[in-house]
């Protein structure tokens, strides 16, 4: 019979005061009885426009009725038809507008938890099964794939199931790209992202880490080793700063610096060899999922007091309303419809006695108010004359967005980029404007999500093999 309720059943999690001070997952996941219960609340629509919403274009209602006959494997072979990383994205996919937002269910009350379900499924099959996936017989081409992240691993793995030889070359001494050392433990525990590598490994897929394509090996050099095409999916791992007094200041981090000191480097242990601000009192600025990463790890590092500084409202606010709701619950303090003019220090060079000789003491903010809608509609951020104030903190951390960067481009003849620095693309096949080579992800359109960096590999993927075969 149909569960006709009209709210999803709620994702058991760590109480807020428990969680605020450890890494380990937050929310823990639906068991066999709930992801059933949930499952009914699906209508099987047959026009399925939940599948329009998925840049990957899962089979949504077909995965969801094999939950409802029991049978958790079959779900999850439907979801890896298209989808070649559904523990992660059943994780940090924002669903609520994609997939559940086209949901029928959520018209007169809440979706059906589709991210929910395919993280349940995802996790039943990993403890479960140790199947491979079955690749086709070698076919005697070579593809290179730059940045092991989600574009990357899944070009990776799309193309080494056609039987195609894919070397994957990663710039850092892990697999995983921003995976590993973007989003933190609490959010995307890593055992899950190395099982994916692990898996394409177990494929055939090669992965060398330690090579900067662009220093290490060009994109030329690639092509006179043997590869017959190279993707890019090298990220966006370039932080955006506001260049405003006081940047440079010891105590200043750009939110990609502070999460790969905690996620890789692993700066939480009580002996890092990479060190990293811990305690005191500690400003985010910026409003995304990755400012609510910062702003969260923070406070389990042991901070006495977290800010979230952004210049709009919170309607505006562009983080997973999820994300926002558990730093709430965790107790980070919100200075919404503020942006900072100048982060405040010590700055006396004949006293190199004072320990906090250019350290943060501070950051300068002014009030905001929303203007007229900029070109995006959404509404401008204008400054209240003579509001500034004060607030005192140890650590200031920027999140303000990030670029990618330009090492590739300068070290490939041929290679375009747009005004923002991404390379420029065909639309349908991914290919950029030097032949054989073609790129996906961040790269290409800057920050987005996992899935559709996912999306991205999938159609590279396609279109290589349309040509070289």
């Given at each position: 019979?149909?569960?006709?309720?009209?709210?999803?059943?709620?994702?058991?999690?760590?109480?807020?005061?428990?969680?605020?001070?450890?890494?380990?997952?937050?929310?823990?996941?639906?068991?066999?009885?709930?992801?059933?219960?949930?499952?009914?609340?699906?209508?099987?629509?047959?026009?399925?426009?939940?599948?329009?919403?998925?840049?990957?274009?899962?089979?949504?209602?077909?995965?969801?009725?094999?939950?409802?006959?029991?049978?958790?494997?079959?779900?999850?072979?439907?979801?890896?038809?298209?989808?070649?990383?559904?523990?992660?994205?059943?994780?940090?996919?924002?669903?609520?507008?994609?997939?559940?937002?086209?949901?029928?269910?959520?018209?007169?009350?809440?979706?059906?938890?589709?991210?929910?379900?395919?993280?349940?499924?995802?996790?039943?099959?990993?403890?479960?099964?140790?199947?491979?996936?079955?690749?086709?017989?070698?076919?005697?081409?070579?593809?290179?794939?730059?940045?092991?992240?989600?574009?990357?691993?899944?070009?990776?793995?799309?193309?080494?199931?056609?039987?195609?030889?894919?070397?994957?070359?990663?710039?850092?001494?892990?697999?995983?790209?921003?995976?590993?050392?973007?989003?933190?433990?609490?959010?995307?525990?890593?055992?899950?992202?190395?099982?994916?590598?692990?898996?394409?490994?177990?494929?055939?897929?090669?992965?060398?880490?330690?090579?900067?394509?662009?220093?290490?090996?060009?994109?030329?050099?690639?092509?006179?080793?043997?590869?017959?095409?190279?993707?890019?999916?090298?990220?966006?791992?370039?932080?955006?700063?506001?260049?405003?007094?006081?940047?440079?200041?010891?105590?200043?981090?750009?939110?990609?610096?502070?999460?790969?000191?905690?996620?890789?480097?692993?700066?939480?242990?009580?002996?890092?060899?990479?060190?990293?601000?811990?305690?005191?009192?500690?400003?985010?600025?910026?409003?995304?999922?990755?400012?609510?990463?910062?702003?969260?790890?923070?406070?389990?590092?042991?901070?006495d007091k977290v800010y979230i500084i952004y210049r709009r409202s919170m309607d505006e606010l562009p983080a997973r309303r999820e994300e926002v709701e558990h730093a709430m619950e965790e107790g980070i303090e919100f200075r919404l419809l503020n942006n900072p003019v100048e982060i405040l220090g010590y700055h006396n060079p004949d006293d190199r006695r004072d320990p906090k000789n250019g350290c943060v003491t501070g950051i300068r903010c002014i009030k905001m108010e929303l203007g007229e809608p900029d070109e995006r509609g959404r509404r401008r951020p204008v400054p209240v004359e003579g509001s500034e104030f004060d607030i005192d903190v140890d650590t200031v951390i920027i999140a303000i967005?990030?670029?990618?960067?330009?090492?590739?481009?300068?070290?490939?003849?041929?290679?375009?980029?747009?005004?923002?620095?991404?390379?420029?693309?065909?639309?349908?096949?991914?290919?950029?404007?030097?032949?054989?080579?073609?790129?996906?992800?961040?790269?290409?359109?800057?920050?987005?999500?996992?899935?559709?960096?996912?999306?991205?590999?999938?159609?590279?993927?396609?279109?290589?093999?349309?040509?070289?075969?």
């Amino acid at each position: 019979m149909p569960n006709m309720s009209p709210k999803k059943n709620p994702m058991p999690s760590q109480a807020p005061e428990v969680r605020a001070h450890n890494f380990n997952e937050v929310a823990t996941g639906y068991d066999e009885a709930t992801a059933l219960d949930e499952a009914l609340r699906c209508l099987g629509c047959k026009n399925m426009p939940c599948v329009s919403g998925c840049p990957v274009n899962i089979h949504i209602p077909e995965f969801i009725e094999k939950i409802r006959e029991g049978d958790f494997e079959g779900a999850y072979q439907v979801i890896s038809r298209t989808s070649s990383l559904p523990a992660v994205c059943g994780r940090v996919c924002p669903q609520e507008t994609q997939c559940e937002a086209k949901c029928v269910r959520g018209i007169k009350g809440e979706p059906v938890g589709i991210g929910r379900l395919e993280r349940f499924v995802a996790d039943w099959h990993n403890a479960h099964s140790d199947e491979t996936p079955v690749c086709e017989p070698d076919n005697g081409h070579k593809v290179a794939v730059v940045g092991s992240g989600p574009s990357g691993l899944t070009c990776a793995g799309d193309l080494a199931k056609k039987g195609y030889k894919v070397t994957v070359f990663e710039a850092l001494h892990t697999a995983g790209g921003v995976l590993v050392y973007g989003i933190p433990e609490f959010r995307l525990p890593k055992a899950i992202v190395q099982k994916e590598v692990d898996n394409l490994k177990a494929m055939g897929v090669d992965v060398e880490c330690d090579i900067v394509i662009g220093k290490t090996l060009t994109i030329d050099e690639l092509f006179e080793r043997g590869y017959e095409a190279v993707f890019i999916g090298s990220g966006a791992g370039l932080p955006n700063f506001m260049n405003i007094p006081g940047e440079s200041l010891k105590g200043v981090y750009s939110a990609n610096e502070y999460l790969t000191r905690s996620n890789l480097m692993k700066a939480y242990r009580d002996d890092p060899t990479t060190p990293i601000s811990k305690g005191g009192r500690v400003a985010v600025v910026g409003g995304g999922n990755v400012a609510m990463d910062a702003a969260r790890t923070a406070l389990r590092l042991g901070a006495d007091k977290v800010y979230i500084i952004y210049r709009r409202s919170m309607d505006e606010l562009p983080a997973r309303r999820e994300e926002v709701e558990h730093a709430m619950e965790e107790g980070i303090e919100f200075r919404l419809l503020n942006n900072p003019v100048e982060i405040l220090g010590y700055h006396n060079p004949d006293d190199r006695r004072d320990p906090k000789n250019g350290c943060v003491t501070g950051i300068r903010c002014i009030k905001m108010e929303l203007g007229e809608p900029d070109e995006r509609g959404r509404r401008r951020p204008v400054p209240v004359e003579g509001s500034e104030f004060d607030i005192d903190v140890d650590t200031v951390i920027i999140a303000i967005g990030t670029s990618p960067n330009p090492l590739i481009k300068s070290t490939t003849a041929g290679l375009e980029v747009n005004k923002h620095g991404g390379i420029i693309v065909a639309e349908e096949t991914g290919e950029t404007t030097r032949e054989n080579v073609y790129a996906g992800g961040d790269a290409v359109t800057g920050a987005a999500t996992v899935i559709s960096a996912m999306g991205a590999g999938k159609i590279a993927a396609a279109a290589i093999d349309a040509k070289l075969r």
